[in-house]
C-alpha cells in the first residue's frame, strides 16, 4: 500500500495529459490488488477449515458421526440450508435403492425423490454436479429444493454414496463451491470407510469369540461327563482365580488367559482312564504315576489350538508346588508362572470349602487356616496375601453367583447335565456289575 501512495505522489508530477491515464490505473491495480487479498483471505479459512475437518474426521469411529460433523461443517462454509447423506442398499442402481440418511433439515417424500434421482445420476458419472433449478432437472413437484450440489463420497475406486447440500441461502451454487464439497466429500469417504472397516473387524472379533467360547464349553463339558470334579467346581476355581488376579491389577487379554486356564485345569483327565479316574478308593503308586500324567495330556492337547495355547501356564503347571514338591516338572518359586501360583490357591480354596463324596464341605475359616499354614511350602506367600486381602463374603459371594448362573442356565444345558447324570449312571451300574 507504501507503494501505491509512492506511486500517486509521483503521478502527481506528471504532465497533465499523461496524470488521468495514469491514476486510472493505479485505481484499478489497487482495486485488483484488494480483491486478490480477500480471496487469498478466503482461500487460507476454507484450507483452515478443511484442514480441520478431516482432522476431526478421521479421529471418529463411526459413520454416522462422520457424516454429522461433516455436513455440519460444509453446511456452514456455504451457507446452505441442509444437506444430507446418501447411501446405497446392497450395492444396487436404482434410485429407489439409495437411502438418505443424516439430514439437517426435515425433507418431504418428494424432496427424497429429488435426492434419489440426483444420488443415482452422481453414482452414474462418479462426478459432482451442480443444479441450480431443482424444478427443471427432476420434474418432481412438491419439492422444496431449488438449488443442489452433489459429489460422490468414494474411496477405493468404489462410490460408497452421495453428499448433498442444498438451498444455497445468496443464490446459486458455483464451481467454487462444488470444489470445496468434493474435498468435505474425499474426506469424509476414507473416515466412512475406516469406520465401516473397524465395524467389520468388531464384528469378527465377536464371532471368533463366540466360536471360543463354544469350544471351551464343548471340551469343559467333555471334561464333565468323565469326572467326578463337577463343572461346578471349574467354574467356581475360574472366578477364584480371576478375583486373585485382579487383586493383582492383572487385565485385558492376560486375564481372559487365567480364565481359559482355570476353566480347563484339569482337561488332561479325558486321557486318563476310568478305572483309576473314578476310582473310589486310594489309587496304587502306578495308578497314580498314571493319574500325574494329567498336565502333560492337557498341555498336548492344547498345543496348536492358538486361543487355548496362553492357558498352558495353569493347564501345565497346576499341580506344582511353591517349594518344587509338586508335579509334573517339580519347579519351584518364581519359576512357576504366576497364572499357576494364583490358581493353586484358588484351587485348594474351592476344594476345601466343597462338598466332596466322601466329605461335607468345610468352611472358610478352615479353608483360610489350611492356605496360611501352607504358605512357602505349597502356595507362593505373595498369593497368600492377595488371598487375605480379599473380605471372606467375597468369596461367599462369588461362590452364590456361580451356584445361581448354573441354575439359570438354558434348557439346552439343562438337558446336558440330566444325559450326564444318566450317562455316570449307567457307568456306575456296569462298574458295579464288573465289580
Ligand atoms: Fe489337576
Ligand atoms: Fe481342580
Known sequence: MRRIETLRAQIEQWPE??????????????????????????TYEELVLLYDLGERVVTLLDENAVAEVSLQEIGDLLAVEGGCVCLRRDAGQRPEDWVVQNTTRPLSAADERVLHQASAAVLERERPRIVNNVAEA?????????????????????????????????????????????TVATQAAIAMDNSRLLALERQRRREVEQTYQA?????????????????????????????????????????????????????????????????????TPE??????????????????????????????????????????????????PIDARLFAVADALDAITSERPYRQGQPYAVARAEIEKNAHTQ??????????????????????????????????????????????AERTRLEGNKG
Open 379 to 424: 502356595f507362593d506367600p505373595l498369593v497368600v496375601d492377595l488371598f487375605l486381602r480379599v473380605p471372606p463374603e467375597e468369596w461367599e459371594d462369588i461362590r452364590h453367583r456361580v451356584a445361581q448362573a448354573l441354575k439359570t442356565a438354558s434348557n439346552r444345558e439343562d438337558e446336558f447335565v440330566r444325559l450326564v447324570q444318566q450317562i455316570r
Open 215 to 283: 469350544t471351551l464349553q464343548a471340551l469343559s463339558n467333555a471334561l464333565d461327563l468323565r469326572d467326578t470334579e463337577t463343572q461346578e467346581h471349574a467354574l467356581r476355581v475360574q472366578e477364584y482365580t480371576v478375583r486373585l488376579a485382579r487383586e493383582l491389577d492383572l487385565t485385558g487379554e492376560h486375564l481372559t488367559n487365567i480364565r481359559r486356564g482355570a476353566l480347563l485345569h484339569d482337561i488332561g483327565k479325558i486321557g486318563v482312564p476310568d478305572r483309576i479316574l473314578l476310582k473310589p478308593g486310594k489309587l
Open 17 to 42: 495529459e499523461f496524470r488521468r491515464v495514469g491514476q486510472e490505473l493505479v485505481t484499478s491495480y489497487e482495486q485488483e490488488l484488494a480483491d486478490m487479498t480477500r480471496q487469498l483471505a478466503q
Open 138 to 182: 427432476f420434474a418432481v413437484p412438491g419439492t422444496r429444493l431449488c438449488t443442489l450440489l452433489s459429489a460422490p463420497l468414494r474411496v477405493r475406486e468404489r462410490t460408497i454414496g452421495v453428499l448433498h447440500v442444498f438451498n444455497k441461502e445468496d443464490g446459486e451454487f458455483r464451481a467454487e463451491d462444488m470444489k470445496l464439497l468434493s
Open 287 to 336: 495308578e497314580w504315576k498314571i493319574m500325574t500324567l494329567h498336565p502333560t495330556l492337557g498341555h498336548q492337547m492344547i498345543q496348536g489350538i492358538e486361543f487355548l495355547e496362553k492357558a498352558d501356564p495353569i493347564v501345565l503347571y497346576h499341580h506344582e508346588r511353591y517349594d518344587g514338591q509338586g508335579y509334573p516338572h517339580g519347579l519351584a518359586g518364581e519359576d512357576i
